[in-house]
């Protein structure tokens, strides 16, 4: 037998399937009005493994849930600057902030 025929085909790995990262919103004019991106949810689930983001309009905030539980918050201020973008909007009413120690995102001021 010749070594050609000993050797296995060697197949490519198949890549891993894009999940879409689900957004619960009524007020996606407002948003689309301050010039907020979906995308920016997208790439922020895609890095922190975010299943589903609920946006809370009395906040301006999405409230981020993995596997059913609720783990962390970040407001439409936030996300633009984690994007190199400039805040979009006041925000009165601020959410509860969660504990540096069970805090999922990272941000580079906190």
């Not at 619960?24 to 301050?34: A, F, G, Q």
């Not at 006041?90 to 540096?100: G, Y």
Request: charged share 35%.
């Amino acid at each position: 037998m010749s070594e050609a025929e000993e050797l296995e085909e060697v197949k490519p790995k198949k890549r891993a399937a894009k999940s879409k990262i689900e957004v619960v919103c009524s007020e996606e004019e407002y948003l689309n009005s301050i010039k907020f991106d979906m995308d920016w949810l997208q790439k922020l689930g895609t890095q922190y493994g975010i299943d589903k983001f609920e946006y809370m309009h009395k906040f301006r905030a999405f409230r981020c849930i993995k596997a059913d539980q609720h783990i962390d918050w970040i407001d439409v201020n936030d996300l633009a600057l984690l994007n190199g973008k400039r805040r979009l909007v006041q925000i009165l009413s601020k959410h509860q902030p969660i504990s540096p120690k069970r805090a999922v995102i990272n941000y580079p001021w906190r």
